[in-house]
């Protein structure tokens, strides 16, 4: 069975950086590209960023770019998103999806991210 | 980016009675492969997204034939036939033809 587990969400000064984390299980990572998805408090889905399975950036939204950094650890089966510079704007919960095949085809549960503001 | 544009966005239906939503795209999402990659997503109230349907009209393991996709170029259609309690929640189509995937805005479900 797929898993996707995410952590690392917390509460965030303004200005302020965070790692997440997603672990993941039950399929060769290694071998799919992954994305960050996040939802602000009451809104809809945007991507936010993606990686090839050669850890190479494929796509940053233009909200986060130059701020956020995706990167995985194959060995490991991880995935991870570097924030900085963090805002109101990026109050929201950050979910980590594998892709296939022009798709999401499986979620995590989501980690939360909250500006102390 | 393409931009995906649902209908309505609020949609009241009576258990047992269908329900369809609308998702259009700014651009043709039929790929050079010759594939059409529009995906629902159902996101029950304080639930991750799951894959509902996937190329238009695929169904995932598990999701009831309740569930049916259509439509073809910039234009796709959600219907449940017969809407039932556990189908309350948030729908989103989302594209995977062009970079970067891009969601509709979600089409909230409830019940009469």
């Known amino acids: 069975e797929v898993q996707l587990v995410e952590s690392g969400g917390v509460l965030v000064q303004p200005g302020g950086s965070l790692r997440l984390s997603c672990a993941a299980s039950g399929f060769a990572f290694s071998n799919y590209r992954m994305h960050w998805v996040r939802q602000a408090p009451g809104r809809g889905l945007v991507g936010v960023s993606l990686?090839?399975?050669?850890?190479?950036?494929?796509f940053y939204a233009d909200s986060v770019k130059g701020r956020f950094t995706v990167s995985r650890d194959n060995a490991k089966n991880t995935l991870y998103l570097q924030m900085t510079s963090l805002g109101a704007e990026d109050t929201a919960v950050y979910y980590c999806?594998?892709?296939?095949?022009?798709?999401?085809?499986?979620w995590g549960q989501g980690t939360l991210v909250t500006d102390s503001s | 980016d393409v931009v995906m544009t649902q209908s309505p966005l609020s949609l009241p239906v009576t258990l047992g009675q269908p329900a369809s939503i609308s998702c259009r795209s700014s651009?043709?999402?039929?790929?050079?492969?010759?594939?059409?990659?529009l995906n629902w997503f159902q996101q029950r109230p304080g639930q991750s997204p799951r894959r509902l349907l996937y190329k238009v009209a695929n169904r995932d393991s598990g999701v009831p034939d309740r569930f049916s996709g259509s439509g073809s170029g910039t234009d796709f259609t959600l219907k449940i036939s017969r809407v039932e309690a556990a189908d309350v929640g948030v729908y989103y189509c989302?594209?995977?033809?062009?970079?970067?995937?891009?969601f509709g805005q979600g089409t909230k479900l409830e019940i009469k």
């Open positions: 651009q043709g999402l039929v790929h050079s492969d010759g594939n059409t990659y």
């Open positions: 990686i090839n399975i050669d850890g190479t950036p494929a």
């Open positions: 999806a594998r892709d296939f095949a022009g798709s999401i085809d499986s």
């Open positions: 989302m594209q995977g033809t062009r970079w970067p995937y891009t």
